[in-house]
């Protein structure tokens, strides 16, 4: 699986877009960018994922771009529940589903 | 519909004695995996399931043994607890069909004196 590289810590106003970037410049073509997040002591909760497409739902949208090399996530208005570790992903797709490896991911602190 | 439930939310235990931790999942997911978090850390992968009857190791194995009898239950036991396995422990399910989107649990946080 590609390695993923995650600023430790970034700040976001209450109310403003949180930008997180991730890089995994050693991506290959059948692999997919995830996201997850994990709020203080709880269990990893889903985000997003994609493979080159940007993608949006209910929670963020996914940014990758064009050589894939790297992507963003994007929480288009931070709330002070957005303030978690955020963990970037990348891992092959289809069928060959298992192991998940995540890093020491981004503390987002969303702050009033 | 109670999602992953794991069992018990903390213990303590002593050097040396065994004890299982329990992961029931409703969804009917044919994939089943447990984790470990340490203070500062992401999760590391402990072993994990793809179906009833068939387990593999993940990063972290030693020290730990699974089964898997149905595929509602992962069970995760600890043989001979030892100091080094204090950890948070997060138990996770998916579908295939969606291989990546893992469903957590609340954990379990474990305290070996």
């Known amino acids: 699986d590609a390695k993923t590289t995650q600023p430790p810590s970034m700040d976001c106003a209450e109310g403003r877009a949180a930008n997180l970037p991730c890089n995994h410049s050693t991506i290959s073509g059948n692999e997919y960018v995830y996201w997850y997040r994990q709020i203080h002591s709880q269990g990893p909760q889903y985000i997003i994922h994609g493979l080159k497409n940007n993608e949006t739902n209910e929670m963020a949208s996914l940014i990758i771009t064009e050589d894939r090399k790297s992507s963003t996530l994007i929480l288009p208005h931070a709330t002070l529940r957005d303030t978690a570790v955020y963990y970037c992903?990348?891992?092959?797709?289809?069928?060959?589903?298992?192991?998940?490896?995540f890093g020491q991911g981004t503390i987002l602190t969303v702050h009033p | 519909n109670a999602g992953v439930t794991q069992t018990p939310k903390f213990q303590v235990l002593k050097t040396g004695q065994s004890m299982t931790l329990q992961c029931a999942q409703d969804m009917n997911h044919e994939y089943m995996s447990w984790y470990r978090q340490d203070p500062g850390m992401g999760l590391r992968l402990i072993h994990y399931?793809?179906?009833?009857?068939?387990?593999d190791q993940g990063e972290v194995p030693n020290g730990y043994n699974v089964s898997r009898s149905t595929t509602e239950d992962f069970p995760l036991r600890l043989l001979s607890a030892a100091p080094s396995q204090t950890s948070v422990y997060f138990c996770?399910?998916?579908?295939?069909?969606?291989?990546?989107?893992?469903?957590f649990g609340s954990g379990t946080q474990l305290s070996v004196l």
């Open positions: 996770a399910s998916s579908p295939t069909t969606q291989g990546k989107k893992l469903f």
């Open positions: 992903i990348v891992r092959v797709g289809g069928t060959s589903y298992g192991k998940l490896t």
């Open positions: 399931s793809v179906g009833a009857g068939i387990t």
